[in-house]
């Protein structure tokens, strides 16, 4: 049988959240993993075995999207309290406010030099944000219903970005123009984003689809239909070798991109799995759901053949049946023959490291004073937020201070 370093395998789990975990994303330094939740907090959970949790308080709705900065010296979220939050990941707890859509923000993306932000809203937009100049910079707005998610390619030029109008759209950043359209979805399109060469997009859809196109040519190269229900987030390994995907069918799935076939399905929440992330170098990953759990998994299927490993699996559990359609798309008609077999992994939810994490709390005294925010317009100042001074924490000690420096 195949060594378990060769499978992905279960890391820790984090439990602190109260209600459902939406988003998730790993510091580029490596030591940090944000979640955030329908319980209206961001979590920043250090990965150190002994390491505190801290749970920053401020957003009044639940949180729907989080993100690193490319440099790990910000954090961005949105939610759906009609407002996206800069946070400053210390134990000041400080943020920065963005008042500008009319209705839920689903998805805040950092461009991957750090200068801009774009998210996506309920009011139908896309807007794009200086974090420097702390300002709107524009809007796309073609969208004719609630738009899920928006994401810059790696080289800033573009924009993608998909909804409930079933469509997914494709910006060029410097003319503001939509240049592309696709709208074969049968149901509402969830996620989005660009792989990391940035030569492929790739979209789900509440209809359990996964399609990825080739930007150089805009054809449909591959088409997935591996889970039994919607896909609600995805993330590209940074090989540009392997997908992960994760489904309101309490899975998640692992696809091979080269060869065009599922190789792993993971057993390890109980509902939803509502996000799913890889780390920047890819050998960790992130999963969170609808039972209120982040877990952390170990990559391992990077390392070695996946022939190999197949090879090395004397026995397996019941595998999962061959998907309707064709795992790959365009690559000849289906004929219907036994697909090789995708491994399931059932994994007993133990965090087997260390005790869960003690928990510290920012942002409550801030919370709770009620200060006055002022709207940002698409002209106006942006507010700053300051949670500095925290009575429930009192005088903040240094060696405190240290647990959470700013990278």
């Not at 937009?125 to 709107?136: G, L």
């Not at 053949?305 to 090395?312: A, I, K, P, T």
Request: hydrophobic share 35%; aromatic share 8%; with cysteine.
């Amino acid at each position: 049988m195949a060594s378990v370093l060769d499978d992905p395998t279960l890391e820790r789990h984090f439990k602190g959240h109260k209600d459902a975990v939406t988003c998730t994303d790993f510091n580029p330094n490596r030591k940090q993993l944000a979640s955030g939740s329908a319980d209206k907090n961001l979590m920043i959970w250090n990965l150190a075995p002994k390491g505190r949790a801290f749970r920053f308080v401020g957003h009044q709705d639940a949180v729907t999207s989080v993100q690193f900065s490319p440099f790990g010296n910000l954090v961005a979220t949105s939610s759906k309290d009609r407002t996206v939050r800069l946070w400053t990941p210390s134990m000041k707890g400080e943020s920065t406010v963005f008042k500008a859509h009319t209705a839920p923000v689903r998805s805040v993306a950092f461009s991957h030099d750090g200068h801009r932000l774009v998210t996506a809203s309920d009011d139908k937009s896309v807007k794009v944000w200086s974090v420097e100049r702390q300002c709107f910079v524009y809007s796309l707005s073609q969208h004719t219903n609630w738009v899920r998610c928006a994401r810059f390619s790696p080289d800033g030029r573009l924009i993608a970005s998909c909804g409930d109008d079933r469509t997914v759209r494709l910006w060029d950043t410097s003319t503001k123009h939509c240049i592309n359209c696709f709208t074969d979805y049968g149901e509402s399109a969830t996620f989005v984003d660009f792989n990391p060469s940035g030569t492929c997009l790739a979209s789900s859809g509440a209809d359990s689809s996964l399609k990825i196109w080739d930007l150089r040519t805009n054809k449909l190269i591959q088409h997935y239909q591996v889970h039994s229900a919607g896909i609600n987030s995805f993330s590209f390994h940074p090989s540009n070798n392997y997908l992960i995907s994760g489904s309101t069918d309490s899975t998640v799935k692992i696809l091979d991109l080269l060869e065009g076939r599922l190789i792993y399905t993971l057993h390890g929440h109980k509902g939803a799995v509502i996000t799913v992330a890889f780390s920047r170098a890819g050998d960790l990953f992130a999963s969170g759901g609808a039972d209120c759990k982040v877990l952390m998994w170990r990559t391992n299927f990077d390392a070695k053949s996946y022939q190999d490993v197949l090879q090395q699996h004397s026995r397996r559990s019941t595998p999962d049946p061959p998907p309707h359609l064709t795992d790959i798309h365009p690559r000849g008609p289906h004929l219907h023959r036994q697909q090789p077999r995708a491994i399931q992994i059932s994994q007993t939810v133990a965090d087997t490291q260390s005790t869960d994490p003690q928990v510290i709390e920012l942002g409550r005294a801030a919370h709770s004073a009620k200060r006055a925010e002022k709207q940002l317009d698409a002209t106006g100042p942006m507010t700053i937020d300051h949670k500095a001074h925290l009575r429930l924490l009192g005088a903040c000690s240094s060696s405190l201070c240290s647990l959470l420096p700013v990278q």
